[in-house]
């Protein structure tokens, strides 16, 4: 099975998607494409064209690079009118591909749905090869669903594998490689074969997965824009602008290959074998590309291409990996690897499990920056987090030059997002050594430019500097600290946050929230854990400037 050459062939799958790829019982070949397709709502011609005009006001809007934070934030304000017009006009067709699901069925109606087809993928995953166990899926809250052992299981025990031919990748023949060679192709081409997959519905061969798979998620590209706006002034708010700037960018660059260039040059008849163009032109919607935008960025993993040419240069594709990526995080270490000979996935428990408690993997070292954005969760126990603040070289500074020199024998861009650290460094090396020499006269530049190979000591905590230096560079990060802890309003928002997570009740573990509280505890917690690393970076830079 797995993403192979027959995923989008024309002999129709069972409906329930088997992993034997079974034909239809009739024994008559049926033209799936055709099938998919009646199923879908269409747009009348004066919607469709209202949907064309708002698409073409979107790529003109996403092509502006704002100049700075404010009009960052306008072309955000903008660009979230542009969607939620969009929306509105595509809902016929989302409420086919995307169908709602009710916030008044159970404490966690999503949860209850997913996990009613669990046993119809647990048996489409065992017969595609999947060895898991001692392991099954159930719902946790806070986490919604999970693994959970159903017998102890040993540390480095070997609990879970999933063989090459159930890992949905996009090393496939798609029919359309849309995104060439833009920078992480290989992500969006997978989410634009899981959109395709997920269009198909019942016809697909991976609909036990898609079933399981959440119908929404916490990332910033489902954010309402009074949620984004809690994150202004932090160390995501670029990062989540930056994010949904540029799916809404895909979006809009597919949508237009869809349906405006063809509907320009030919209507909207599909080039022959050019599968993805026809779902495309029938499914395409807004809220499908965010879904599978967001499927991909909180589950996809790599895995090494068949079609690498060398063993030596291995090459690694995005894929998604079924069952295994229904365990959740916890920090620790990393105890998945795909195996070459056995070509498959391969998972350890990092830790022993008892019994009746939630297995969890290692998602990687990210900080809760990179976690909020792409993954839509924040860990409390990071110990791997960190807060990226901007510095740059003035390109009026007469001195520039000199520094840069030094800078480029650190490898320290000359424009830079460096680390402020949680206890006990505070401080990165980088972060140091840049300010070490954006802050030094000319006769130290001089100094340090006249033998470069010295250049590397400013990266250490106790290099012999000029105690007038040392102040300034010291100074310079304790005021630059203050202005980034601003933006928290201090006591005042602090105690106004801690009000805010009582009133949802909700432990700071992150368990037991109520459906829609998600968003906002996670974006309460994210402020209190950067507010709580510059308040300890800023605490270290007066005590190093009193020195």
Request: charged share 25%; hydrophobic share 40%.
């Amino acid at each position: 099975m797995g993403k192979n050459n027959n995923k989008r062939n024309k002999k129709a799958k069972q409906p329930n998607g088997s992993a034997s790829g079974c034909t239809a019982s009739s024994g008559e070949d049926v033209d799936v494409d055709q099938q998919a397709a009646r199923s879908l709502p269409t747009l009348n011609p004066k919607k469709r064209n209202q949907v064309n005009k708002l698409v073409e006001e979107l790529l003109e809007l996403v092509e502006k690079q704002p100049a700075n934070p404010n009009e960052e934030w306008r072309q955000y304000e903008q660009l979230q009118q542009l969607l939620k017009q969009l929306m509105i006009l595509e809902e016929p067709l989302s409420q086919a591909v995307c169908p709602p699901i009710s916030d008044s069925a159970s404490d966690s109606p999503e949860d209850q749905s997913r996990l009613a087809k669990v046993e119809a993928f647990a048996e489409w995953a065992a017969q595609g090869g999947v060895h898991s166990e001692g392991l099954e899926i159930a719902i946790f809250p806070g986490y919604q669903l999970g693994l959970r052992a159903t017998r102890p299981l040993a540390a480095e025990e070997l609990v879970l594998s999933v063989p090459r031919q159930l890992i949905f990748s996009e090393e496939s023949d798609s029919d359309c490689r849309l995104f060439g060679n833009m920078p992480q192709a290989t992500h969006l081409n997978l989410a634009y074969d899981l959109l395709i997959e997920k269009i198909r519905g019942p016809f697909s061969q991976w609909r036990p997965y898609i079933d399981v798979l959440p119908a929404k998620y916490n990332t910033v590209l489902y954010f309402s824009a009074k949620q984004m706006e809690r994150l202004r002034g932090t160390a995501a708010c670029s990062l989540a602008l930056r994010q949904c700037r540029v799916i809404a960018k895909q979006f809009g660059f597919l949508y237009r290959y869809a349906h405006i260039l063809t509907e320009r040059s030919r209507g909207l008849r599909s080039l022959p074998g050019d599968r993805g163009l026809f779902f495309t032109q029938h499914g395409l919607c807004y809220k499908l590309y965010r879904w599978a935008v967001s499927t991909v960025m909180t589950r996809q993993n790599l895995v090494p291409s068949e079609k690498q040419e060398t063993a030596d240069n291995p090459k690694f594709i995005s894929a998604l990996i079924p069952y295994w990526d229904m365990a959740n995080h916890r920090p620790g270490k990393i105890t998945s690897f795909y195996g070459a000979v056995s070509r498959q996935l391969e998972c350890t428990a990092q830790e022993a499990c008892a019994a009746g408690e939630q297995f969890f993997i290692y998602y990687g070292d990210r900080s809760n920056t990179d976690l909020l954005v792409h993954n839509g969760f924040v860990d409390v126990n990071n110990l791997k987090d960190y807060v990226n603040i901007r510095v740059g070289l003035s390109p009026t500074d007469a001195l520039a030059a000199k520094r840069a020199s030094i800078l480029d024998k650190l490898n320290i861009r000359h424009t830079a997002e460096l680390r402020v650290l949680p206890a006990p460094e505070f401080i990165s090396k980088e972060l140091l050594a840049f300010v070490r020499v954006f802050k030094m006269s000319a006769e130290q530049l001089d100094h340090w430019c006249s033998d470069l190979e010295r250049a590397g000591d400013l990266l250490h905590i106790d290099c012999a500097l000029e105690t007038d230096h040392e102040t300034r560079t010291w100074q310079f990060l304790e005021d630059r600290l203050k202005l980034l802890l601003a933006v928290f309003d201090k006591e005042l928002r602090e105690a106004d946050e801690a009000k805010e997570l009582a009133e949802l009740e909700i432990k700071e573990g992150g368990g037991g929230s109520k459906p829609g509280q998600e968003i906002e505890l996670m974006l309460l917690l994210y402020r209190r854990l950067e507010r709580s690393i510059l308040a300890g970076a800023l605490q270290y830079a007066q005590e190093h400037r009193k020195v």
